[in-house]
């Protein structure tokens, strides 16, 4: 497992508790920054600016939901890497929400509630076994989904 004392990292969640837990969970697990953000819009020019790591971002948001961020990050000419670790978190794991998490270019799902070992299990995933990400014909077409 790589150590998490170099990275940084982004959470995106509408819920301040849920986004504030996330940040002191990251914190707690070394990161040297956990940012946060309330919404995909202003999740975006963090993104831009800061360049996070890692995106943790919530599938439900008032507005813009999570997978359209991850579309963003995926797809927009403006993105500083279009390869960026992004876990979706999601309250509900049903197939369809997996299928739309997966396709919107997630790299890892977490379900929630969240739990440390939950939260440690994804990110062992992506920085040290990142799965290829899934490019729908659209994506490499630059296609409107």
Known sequence: MSGFGALTALVVEDNR??????????????????????????????????????????????????PALIERIRRASDSPSHDT??????????????????????????AKPISIRSLLDRLVAVIDRPRPLVVRRAHRRGLPL
């Not at 914190?27 to 831009?48: K, M, T």
């Not at 670790?85 to 919107?104: E, W």
């Open 17 to 66: 508790h849920m986004r504030e837990l996330a940040c002191s969970l990251l914190r707690g697990l070394g990161f040297r920054q956990a940012r946060e953000a309330g919404n995909v819009e202003a999740a975006w020019d963090i993104v831009r600016q800061q360049q996070p790591d890692i995106v943790l971002v919530d599938f439900d948001m008032p507005g813009l939901a999570g």
């Open 85 to 110: 670790a992004v876990i979706l978190m999601t309250a509900f794991s049903d197939k369809a929400r997996v299928l739309a998490s997966r396709d919107a270019g997630a790299s890892e799902i977490l």
